[in-house]
């Protein structure tokens, strides 16, 4: 945590080589795990991995974005969406997906899933026991399904 209350949330995996697949196709892997994970009590609106903006609605009736996202900021080995607010987050932060060297290993590639500066509109106890146990569990499940994918060298 940081001291403006602001959250870091990074996971990654190494690889021994990087996914076949673009960072875009991987959001949208991401993505779908979303819903599986949370329940179905939220799922993106079917932007991810395209250009446009992303939102993540909330699956009741009525109820605003739980997560507002811009389009994509892309540069090599990153693709990244900020934060703009909604029902669970105030603006700012971002989500990133990043491949690059692995620190640790030179043989290998390290892809990250970073949620950088989240801030989250329920009480900080309460998010660290739900929302943020959500984006992890979404997260790893995720990375072991592309190491899945990556064939040994």
């Known amino acids: 945590m940081r001291p403006d209350r602001a959250v870091d949330s990074i996971q990654w995996i190494d690889l021994p080589r ?3 697949r673009d960072l875009a196709t991987l959001e949208r892997l991401y993505f779908a795990w979303v819903p599986r994970i949370g329940g179905h009590l939220a799922a993106p609106d079917g932007a991810e991995g395209s250009a446009r903006p992303l939102t993540i609605e909330v ?3 009525g109820r605003p974005p739980a997560i507002r996202m811009t389009p994509p900021e892309e540069a090599p080995g990153r693709r990244a969406r900020r934060i703009l ?3 669970l987050a105030y603006a700012g932060g971002e989500l990133a997906f990043e491949v690059g060297p692995a620190p640790e290993r030179a043989d290998h590639v390290r892809l990250t899933v970073a949620l950088r500066a989240f801030r ?3 009480p900080l106890p309460v998010y660290l026991m739900t929302q943020r146990r959500l984006h992890e569990r979404s997260t790893f499940a995720f990375l072991r399904e592309v190491a899945r994918t990556v ?3």
């Open 18 to 20: 990087a996914p076949a």
């Open 59 to 61: 699956q009741a009736p």
């Open 85 to 87: 607010g909604g029902l």
């Open 151 to 153: 064939p040994p060298v």
């Open 120 to 122: 989250p509109r329920m």
